[in-house]
């Protein structure tokens, strides 16, 4: 059983479903590159210390209700985070629910019949390099970035560019003092969860991979539409390092006015949809429409929750609680009661 996080994630499960089941082999699922020169960002302090993130949404109907809080990333590295509301609620839960995402079953046998044809499944068709793809000035700008955060590295001109826009994007946020993933969140929470032995729910959604092998086949073949997303990919890091941190720096302290006030190239979407919308994904009817079967899938868990426990507690990312047609509307849509924290 292979799974996906909610925005999946470029360069590790985005490519293809089936790919996730490749995960546990780190020479498939990472790019080597040179050291970069670590004094080329321009430092801003990040907070430090214990840190609380945004308040909760309260989901409810009659007297049983379900606190969402609300994660994001990127995050300080060295921020140590701790609500203390976030623990109170939590304790007192009947049930947690695990963050929104999708889940493929790929079995041990079809792995094994997949690696054959996993070896080089990063490179473009045909041996194109990115210079043969990309416009000349989106190429001009790459160089730039490359050489700042990720040094000599003549194999990667070799990959498609979705895959070289995530191991630039990650290193620019190793740089600048952030890390990509805000892990340390969803661990903590875990850890309450086991220390007072509250029942954990998975919300994945079941998607349906029956021809990994073929997939995987098709996908070394296909072009992909993902020059949108290398190139809002440069763009973030030549504008956005210094908003990122304060984005980062707005969710510890809990200020969503802030995080919202604050626009930036649309790397995540661009990149989701190279794959989401490729005509690899679009021909099998089990792998269209993902993101809506990720938010019917958690809003179904959410209303078996409400009407079995008097508290649940969950994570989603603050993105899709903000989005006004995402979860919390969603949820408003059925005739809960949903309020914003202050």
């Given at each position: 059983m292979s799974s996906l996080p909610f925005r999946f994630t470029v360069g590790r499960c985005l490519v293809a479903l089936s790919l996730c089941a490749l995960n546990a082999m780190p020479a498939l699922a990472q790019t080597e590159s040179a050291p970069a020169d670590n004094n080329t960002i321009t430092e801003t302090i990040l907070v430090a210390g214990q840190r609380p993130g945004p308040g909760l949404w309260k989901v409810s109907k009659g007297d049983h209700v379900l606190w969402v809080f609300g994660t994001y990333s990127p995050l300080p590295k060295k921020m140590e985070w701790r609500s203390r509301e976030v623990?109170?609620?939590?304790?007192?839960?009947?049930?947690?629910?695990?963050?929104?995402?999708?889940?493929?079953?790929?079995?041990?046998?079809?792995?094994?019949?997949?690696?054959?044809?996993?070896?080089?499944?990063?490179?473009?068709?045909?041996?194109?390099?990115?210079?043969?793809?990309?416009?000349?000035?989106?190429?001009?700008?790459?160089?730039?970035?490359?050489?700042?955060?990720?040094?000599?590295?003549?194999?990667?001109?070799?990959?498609?560019?979705?895959?070289?826009?995530?191991?630039?994007?990650?290193?620019?946020?190793?740089?600048?003092?952030?890390?990509?993933?805000?892990?340390?969140?969803?661990?903590?929470?875990?850890?309450?969860?086991?220390?007072?032995?509250?029942?954990?729910?998975?919300?994945?959604?079941?998607?349906?991979?029956?021809?990994?092998?073929?997939?995987?086949?098709?996908?070394?073949?296909?072009?992909?539409?993902?020059?949108?997303?290398?190139?809002?990919?440069?763009?973030?890091?030549?504008?956005?390092?210094?908003?990122?941190?304060?984005?980062?720096?707005?969710?510890?302290?809990?200020?969503?006015?802030?995080?919202?006030?604050?626009?930036?190239?649309?790397?995540?979407?661009?990149?989701?949809?190279?794959?989401l919308n490729s005509a690899l994904l679009q021909s099998r009817p089990g792998l269209r429409s993902v993101e809506a079967q990720v938010m019917e899938s958690w809003v179904a868990a959410a209303e078996n929750a409400l009407a079995a426990n008097a508290t649940t507690f969950a994570t989603v990312p603050l993105k899709e609680l903000l989005d006004p047609k995402g979860y919390m509307a969603a949820l408003q849509a059925k005739g809960y009661v949903v309020e914003k924290p202050e």
């Open positions: 623990e109170t609620i939590l304790a007192q839960s009947q049930e947690y629910l695990r963050p929104p995402g999708a889940t493929a079953k790929v079995g041990f046998f079809r792995q094994v019949a997949m690696l054959p044809f996993a070896v080089g499944f990063k490179k473009n068709p045909d041996g194109a390099q990115l210079k043969d793809l990309l416009p000349e000035p989106v190429y001009a700008r790459w160089l730039v970035l490359k050489k700042k955060y990720i040094g000599d590295d003549d194999g990667i001109e070799r990959e498609r560019p979705i895959f070289v826009a995530d191991t630039l994007f990650n290193k620019g946020l190793e740089q600048a003092g952030l890390t990509p993933e805000g892990e340390e969140v969803r661990q903590t929470i875990e850890k309450i969860v086991k220390k007072n032995k509250i029942k954990m729910t998975s919300t994945l959604a079941k998607l349906e991979v029956d021809d990994p092998v073929k997939m995987l086949r098709e996908f070394k073949k296909t072009p992909l539409d993902d020059v949108a997303c290398f190139s809002n990919t440069l763009a973030r890091l030549e504008d956005d390092i210094d908003a990122m941190r304060v984005r980062a720096n707005a969710w510890a302290k809990g200020d969503l006015a802030a995080i919202q006030k604050i626009s930036y190239a649309d790397r995540d979407g661009a990149c989701d949809s190279a794959i």
